[in-house]
């Protein structure tokens, strides 16, 4: 069964700083999509950025980045010139698309903390 | 653009009672997944519903069921509410054909049982 980790529950950045936030998966599957979402108080989940595995180049979205190793299975999420609306819960998910169906799992999320 | 609606946004119900939550997924997609979200926790995936049927179910019990109407709207019910039930619970979904995998989140309903 494929598992998703986030080892760090808590994380904090001085604003304008850059961050990087961890997520090792394991699967035996070849094809598979990777997203990072944030969920701010509000609780809505935001999809933050999105990879496939098939594509070798880390996908970028504005100030946010993903170094993705296919091999060692890792995904991680840095954030550039942190801001305070940046805080919030950041959840790594893992989707197997192989039986037709999309179903997210997700790990157990990293809690983001800006300082002024 | 409306995005994927859920009603209500608080609910409280005592053990043994059935909940209904309810759906609206964001205009043009098929597809509606329901996750819970138990506190300082991840999502867990319940079940996902296309064409007005079940396709794929989480390590859920029969207590949880589901249905999508026509116009793609779904709902949720629990059946004999269990204290362990309290959570947020998370409607998300996916566009037509599902040409895109990536699904879009509601705001949630938090269910809290007495």
């Known amino acids: 069964a494929q598992t998703v980790t986030q080892s760090q529950p808590e994380m904090s950045v001085q604003e304008a700083e850059t961050v990087t936030l961890s997520c090792t998966y394991d699967?035996?599957?070849?094809?598979?999509?990777l997203f990072w979402y944030k969920q701010p108080p509000s609780r809505q989940m935001i999809l933050v950025i999105r990879?496939?595995?098939?594509?070798?180049q880390n996908a970028t979205e504005n100030r946010f980045s993903v170094n993705f190793q296919k091999a060692a299975k890792s995904f991680s999420l840095k954030i550039s010139d942190s801001q305070l609306g940046d805080a919030a819960m950041y959840f790594c998910?893992?989707?197997?698309?192989?039986?037709?169906?999309?179903?997210?799992?997700f790990g157990t999320g990293t809690r983001l903390k800006v300082l002024a | 653009d409306a995005g994927v609606t859920q009603s209500p946004t608080h609910l409280i119900k005592t053990r043994g009672q059935q909940v209904t939550l309810r759906c609206s997924p964001k205009?043009?997609?098929?597809?509606v997944s329901w996750y819970q979200q138990a506190l300082g926790q991840g999502p867990q995936f319940i079940f996902q519903y296309y064409e007005e049927e079940e396709r794929q179910r989480g390590n859920f019990p029969d207590r949880f069921s589901g249905h999508q109407f026509p116009n793609y709207s779904s709902e949720l019910n629990v059946n004999a509410l269990l204290l362990g039930d309290s959570a947020l619970y998370l409607c998300?979904?996916?566009?037509?054909?599902?040409?895109?995998?990536?699904?879009?989140f509601g705001p949630g309903t938090r269910l809290t049982v007495l």
């Open positions: 205009s043009g997609h098929d597809t």
């Open positions: 699967t035996s599957e070849s094809d598979y999509y």
């Open positions: 998910a893992y989707d197997g698309n192989t039986s037709g169906t999309y179903k997210y799992i």
């Open positions: 998300a979904s996916l566009g037509v054909g599902r040409s895109t995998d990536t699904q879009y």
């Open positions: 990879q496939e595995a098939y594509k070798q």
